[in-house]
Nanobody, 127 residues
Framework: EVQLQASGGGLVQAGGSLRLSCAVS????????IGWFRQAPGKEREVVGC????????WRHSSGEGRFTIASDNAKNTVYLQMNSLKPEDTAVYYC????????????????????WGQGTLVTVSS
């Protein structure tokens, strides 16, 4: 069974950095995509970055203003979201999700095409 577990959230001061992890398990092939999403209180969920397991391509959404980077460690089946220069408006619950099969990775919107979702991890950025 496919499972995703997001971790690494916590409290960080503005300007600081944080790296979130998404542990992925249960896939029997490389035909899947991983998306990182966030949802702030009272706001819609939005994508912040994506990763294609098939070819290793990563995308980052403009919501991160160039401060977020996606990376992967395939040996550990883990996808990372590196967040730098954090701002209070980055405060949200961050989720990782998977879409499979994924001949194309759709990295936009709130992720309606993603089939599997992790529990999420809370990131709080103080001023």
């Amino acid at each position: 069974e496919v499972q995703l577990q997001a971790s690494g959230g916590g409290l960080v001061q503005a300007g600081g950095s944080l790296r979130l992890s998404c542990a992925v398990s249960g896939f029997t092939s490389d035909d899947y995509g991983i998306g990182w999403f966030r949802q702030a209180p009272g706001k819609e969920r939005e994508v912040v970055g994506c990763f294609s397991r098939k070819d290793g391509t990563t995308w980052r959404h403009s919501s991160g203003e160039g401060r977020f980077t996606i990376a992967s460690d395939n040996a550990k089946n883990t996808v990372y979201l590196q967040m730098n220069s954090l701002k209070p408006e980055d405060t949200a619950v961050y989720y990782c999700a998977a879409d499979s099969p994924a001949p194309y990775v759709y990295c936009s919107g709130y992720g309606p095409d993603y089939d599997f979702w992790g529990q999420g991890t809370l990131v709080t950025v103080s001023s």
